[in-house]
């Protein structure tokens, strides 16, 4: 299983970025997509996931400003993100797990900066 993570970048405080993560290879229909970022020095953590069926799931200081979105036909996983802070620049890894957890598959990461 590949990911290919794309659409980071730099942009000012305020601005919009989408991400978007393309996965390939044979996996489970039944699956849990997501994205996660890590900033210098921290640890990685969770921004949004979700399911196979529509379900999401965000951090709390994404919710609002944060879309998570999937196309289960290209096998693709989007992020919409608005009002962006600077606190939100990280590398940005998508991910892919099977519903039972057993499986997880990382992409490359993708940066994002926002300057303020």
């Known amino acids: 299983v590949q990911l290919q993570a794309s659409g980071g970048g730099l942009v000012q405080a305020g601005g919009s970025l989408r991400l978007s993560c393309a996965a390939s290879g044979s996996f489970f229909n039944i699956n849990v997509m997501g994205w996660y970022r890590q900033a210098p020095g921290k640890q990685r953590e969770l921004v949004a996931t979700i399911t196979s069926g529509g379900s999401t799931n965000y951090v709390d200081s994404a919710k609002g400003r944060f879309t998570i979105s999937r196309d289960n036909v290209k096998n693709t996983v989007y992020l919409q993100m608005n009002s962006l802070k600077a606190e939100d620049t990280a590398v940005y890894y998508c991910?892919?797990?099977?519903?039972?957890?057993?499986?997880?598959?990382w992409g490359q990461g993708t940066q994002v900066t926002v300057s303020s």
């Open positions: 991910n892919l797990r099977s519903g039972s957890g057993a499986y997880q598959y």
